[in-house]
């Protein structure tokens, strides 16, 4: 029989018709990953369940729709410089001396932080992937995961495409489902047209979507110009690349054709304010995006760049940055910066509808937030509290696809005093010796 969980908050953020319902005084009903009732609440035989959970408010969990998560170990080392000589000068020398174990422990930290901060689901690039999909199968956590492909040199690109199609052969649906893969091309300025071409080709075999970084930086759009006479977005677009399921994290610098371009094609886009911000690279045009009705989920980038995984801080970054930019208080309200952080990221990562919203028949992929504390009180809006006033350490229960991975902020999966241990003693021997 399937251990069922009963769930009576005060609070359900529950999803009905396209939009957040606040529903008071309910009750969830999980059945292994499942939830099976979403409603009013009803008179039970507490034996017929192996656990009852009370709380103030449930709500979908956060998807960090772009980061790197083993970069953990590099938060702090590297602040203050501009992405490409942040990447050139400090990132790259360190990424060389990773080690398979480092990768491992890196993101674990990753998984440790986004679960304490109420992220059930991330999408990550970056390498040694199968030690990534180890650290999510081990803490229960959703992801969707991509090799960063590097073609400037032809062998290494090769290389490293046949280890992102090992990744979906052996990881892609692993886990209960929990794992998925796509193809990782780190850029369209790290990889030539060939090459692009080779990874749309994989793609469209292994049928997995492609996660990819593009228009970051008004230095890589004027590079591109440069060397094909064409944007980016342009370039990429008349390879054929939107042909296909894309995830694109950043589209900071954008001309209304492009975003144009990126509507028809139906192209999802991971918006990362506070990279953005940390690497001077700009602010992407959220509120233009949002009138062209993209798809528009939220990333935190790596733990080198933001310097957090926080997706609350991330929300509120992105609603209140539109607003400060266009004089216009009304653009990117709480309700669609909450959509942006939750209910958007599963569909910017091509996933299964089922995850995502809290409904009847979907993955039971929850947090539980606590709303009594002062800088929560008086309650009036629910859904403003949460994008304007909450921290991500409200969150005190965590459960992913049926089962808790954090109760009363206390982590179950994973050893949190032994991950800080090893990726200190790590970091700090990574780091030795570079500048
Ligand atoms: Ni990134």
Redesign the pocket.
């Known amino acids: 029989m399937l251990k069922k969980i009963l769930i009576q908050p005060d609070y359900i953020l529950a999803w009905e018709n396209e939009n957040f319902k606040l529903v008071s005084f309910g009750e969830i009903i999980i059945e292994g990953d499942e939830i099976t009732y979403l409603g009013p609440r009803r008179e039970h035989n507490r034996k017929k369940f192996s656990k009852t959970i009370k709380g103030d408010l449930v709500m979908p969990g956060f998807v960090n729709t772009?980061?790197?998560a083993a970069m953990t170990l590099f938060r702090g080392y590297a602040d203050d410089m501009p992405l490409l000589e942040w990447l050139g000068e400090k990132i790259w020398p360190a990424e060389a001396k990773l080690k398979k174990d480092d990768i491992y422990w890196g993101s674990m930290l990753a998984i440790c932080e986004m679960i304490k901060g109420g992220t059930t689901c991330f999408a990550d690039?970056y390498f040694h992937m199968e030690e990534v999909a180890r650290a999510c199968t081990e803490a229960g956590i959703r992801a969707s995961l991509a090799q960063g492909l590097i073609g400037t040199d032809k062998l290494k690109g090769s290389i490293s495409l046949k280890k992102n199609e090992n990744l979906v052969r052996n990881w892609h649906k692993a886990g209960e489902g929990r794992i998925t893969v796509m193809l990782g091309p780190h850029a369209p300025y790290t990889c030539p047209p060939e090459f692009l071409q080779k990874i749309m080709k994989t793609a469209e075999k292994l049928e997995v979507p492609i996660h990819i970084?593009l228009a970051?930086t008004r230095k890589e759009i004027e590079e591109s110009l440069q060397t094909y006479g064409k944007t980016p977005i342009k370039f990429v677009d008349d390879l054929g690349l939107f042909e296909h399921n894309i995830l694109a994290?950043?589209c900071v610098h954008l001309s209304r054709e492009e975003i144009d371009i990126l509507a028809e094609k139906k192209v999802a886009i991971a918006h990362?304010p506070g990279?953005n911000l940390k690497l001077g690279s700009g602010i992407a045009p959220l509120a233009d995006l949002l009138e062209k009705e993209l798809l528009v989920s939220l990333?935190t980038?790596?733990a080198a760049?933001n310097n957090n995984l926080d997706m609350v801080e991330e929300m509120r970054l992105a609603s209140l940055l539109p607003k400060g930019l266009k004089e216009n208080a009304t653009i990117a309200p709480a309700e669609i910066a909450l959509k942006l952080a939750t209910i958007n990221g599963p569909k910017a990562l091509f996933l299964d509808e089922t995850v995502g919203p809290l409904k009847k028949g979907a993955k039971a992929d929850l947090i539980v937030v606590q709303l009594k504390k002062p800088h929560l009180f008086p309650l009036h809006d629910v859904v403003a509290h949460l994008v304007y006033s909450a921290a991500a350490s409200d969150v005190d229960l965590v459960m992913v696809n049926g089962k808790i991975l954090m109760e009363k902020r206390e982590l179950l999966t994973v050893d949190e005093e032994k991950i800080l241990f090893e990726t200190q003693k790590r970091a700090t021997k990574l780091l030795a010796g570079l500048n």
Do not use: K, R, Y
Request: charged letters at 15%.
């Open positions: 772009h980061t790197h690039m970084h970051e994290a950043h990362n990279s990333g980038d790596g760049s």
